[in-house]
């Protein structure tokens, strides 16, 4: 599932459209933050799964940059 984000993200959105590495973090902030929202909802791994997919799905913006903490490794 994850790296067909990835590839979606490197290839239809203008932000990363050409940048890899790019599209592979933002994905992987994204899958992060929506872990995080889904292990709160969880009861078991089964679970994890299904509330994952709820957490990405109703993942916006806000709610995005409130759970990222990103600092610059230039």
Known sequence: MLDKCI???NTHTPLTKGHAFDAAVSTLVVFGVAGELGM???????SLRMHLIDALYGLDE???QSHVNITSSS
């Open 40 to 46: 709160k909802m969880a009861k078991g791994p089964a």
């Open 62 to 64: 806000a709610t995005l």
């Open 7 to 9: 590839a979606e993200l």
